[in-house]
């Protein structure tokens, strides 16, 4: 028994031995095999070939924060930083590129502010509000003239801006040239006999040449008398404009003594900006308030558009007829113009604010349930009271985003998302169009869908010195190239993250500092 209890412990030791042994070499096997490097130089010890991590997560893709739009189906070190892959995970969202859309959690949605509004249909009325000062209407006015010389005997209004009624006596003037057509009309009616009656007619047209009127010549046939004065009376009611006369002074023929403006209607000269000016047409009724009677609304019309653009403010005038019941309007006053016009029906309306103007074109984002949000191009109308009109590109029902925009914007540029607001995608549907980046470079490979060249760096990228392929042109090859020759080319991104070749042609052995 002694002896086989030191020949047991010998083996049991041996056995030990062996088997830890074989753990460590099974270990290092596995370790070797995992860290062993792919073809491409990286390395596989992240993931197995069911594309899943210690935690179970599928893993869609490997990518670069730096530069998302690359995508890689392997682990590795990145070729544009010193730093790993990173991946992506189907529950994260990641598959957001693939098709053009972004996906946010509901929290980050919540953490963003993003707020959604339903695109309608509705009727949009096309309001302009513009403000605009009284003015007198130029069409109802009366310029008061002297008919003959005469002198200024008596002035009825003594200042400008007086209120006159029709009617009402303005001057009174001494109008010698008067005196002596009339004595002689008044000589030729007392003498009597035959052929009288011709000499009555030429006398009483001298005073009509003289600048009477036919009342006042038959005011000096009734009373038989010569009327020396003439009394002048306003022809129509509202203020006297102008004056320019005073009494004692000497009128001549067709000097302007008076004008008088009317009170019954004015015009307002409203300021509509230039780009609204299709919206306002003659004879579109309007509403007129201002701050000097609060609470009253004026009535009115546009009367006319002038052909005029002030090239300081950009606004042309819209003249506007209102009725000043009491003169209450008057000349100088500020008022606010409301046009109202015809509200156009059934047309797609959603909120203004939900409406971005990237400088080309107008892009609102989409909310398709399940956190999803993609970009979509619209053709915009007539905007009014926070409503905008949509002519092309969404449908009634459709949800859009209305706050967090740019925000989402910046989360689709993180996750490597094609299509942004900024350049959205063509419509041909297997690429999406981006701006050429030139390389030069050496062909190692050609294969029916993929050339693959060990480029120099292409600084538009970003990227250092590499070697990878890119798909072919649509049209082919050029029948010149070949593998082992020099080659300068443009690359375009496409779908799936993608690069395929614009154009390619040799480099007549220029590409000297291409990454060998």
Do not use: C
Not at 57 to 73: C, I, R, S, T
Not at 80 to 89: E, K, N
């Amino acid at each position: 028994m002694k002896n086989k209890q030191p020949f047991l412990a010998a083996v049991i030791a041996v056995l030990l031995a062996g088997t830890g042994y074989g753990l460590y070499w099974a270990g290092m096997n596995q370790g070797k095999k995992m860290a062993a490097p792919m073809p491409d130089g990286t390395s596989s010890q992240v993931i197995g070939a069911a594309k899943a991590d210690g935690s179970g997560k599928k893993v869609l893709y490997w990518h670069d924060p730096m530069a998302p739009g690359q995508k890689f189906d392997k682990p590795g070190k990145s070729p544009f930083m010193d730093m790993q892959l990173v991946p992506v995970y189907a529950d994260d969202g990641g598959d957001a590129g693939d098709d053009g859309k972004v996906n946010i959690s509901p929290r980050v949605q919540q953490n963003l502010g993003i707020r959604t509004a339903e695109v309608i249909r509705g009727n949009l009325a096309s309001a302009v509000v513009a403000v605009g000062s009284v003015a007198y209407n130029e069409r109802d006015v009366a310029l008061v003239q002297a008919r003959s010389n005469g002198f200024v005997e008596r002035l009825h209004v003594r200042a400008p801006l007086d209120p006159v009624r029709k009617g009402q006596p303005l001057a009174e003037l001494y109008v010698p040239e008067w005196v002596a057509a009339q004595e002689e009309y008044l000589s030729v009616r007392r003498m009597q006999g035959s052929g009288m009656d011709n000499l009555l007619g030429g006398a009483r047209q001298r005073m009509r040449l003289a600048g009477m009127t036919d009342d006042q010549v038959r005011l000096v046939e009734s009373s038989g008398k010569v009327q020396a004065r003439l009394t002048i009376f306003a022809p129509i009611g509202g203020v006297v404009s102008e004056l320019a006369v005073r009494e004692g002074m000497t009128v001549m023929a067709g000097a302007p003594m008076f004008k008088i403006n009317g009170l019954g209607t004015i015009w307002v000269n409203a300021d509509v900006p230039e780009s609204l000016a299709a919206q306002v047409r003659p004879g579109n009724m309007v509403e007129a308030r201002t701050p000097a009677l609060q609470g009253t609304v004026f009535k009115g019309r546009v009367s006319a558009i002038l052909p005029d653009v002030d090239p300081a403010t950009r606004t042309l005038k819209a003249r506007i007829e209102l009725a000043n019941p009491a003169g209450r309007l008057v000349p100088g006053m500020f008022a606010t113009i409301d046009f109202s016009s015809v509200a156009r029906k059934d047309v797609l309306l959603v909120p203004t604010e939900a409406v971005i103007q990237t400088g080309t074109r107008s892009v609102v984002m989409v909310a398709q349930g399940n956190g999803k949000f993609i970009p979509a191009e619209v053709e915009t109308g007539s905007e009014t009271n926070g409503q905008t009109e949509i002519r092309k590109g969404l449908d009634a029902g459709q949800k859009v985003v209305v706050s967090g925009q740019f925000l989402i914007d910046s989360e689709a540029s993180l996750t490597g998302t094609e299509t942004r607001m900024a350049g959205m995608a063509a419509p041909a549907p297997d690429k999406a169009a981006g701006p050429a980046h030139r390389g030069e470079g050496r062909v190692e490979s050609i294969t029916r869908d993929e050339i693959t060249i060990s480029h120099g760096p292409i600084p538009s990228l970003q990227w250092g010195a590499m070697t990878m392929g890119f798909k072919l042109p649509a049209a082919g090859l050029p029948g010149n190239i070949a593998v082992g020759g020099n080659v300068v080319f443009e690359i375009h991104p496409v779908k799936d993250g993608a690069f395929e070749i614009s154009t390619i042609a040799p480099a007549a052995g220029a590409a000297k500092g291409a990454a060998q």
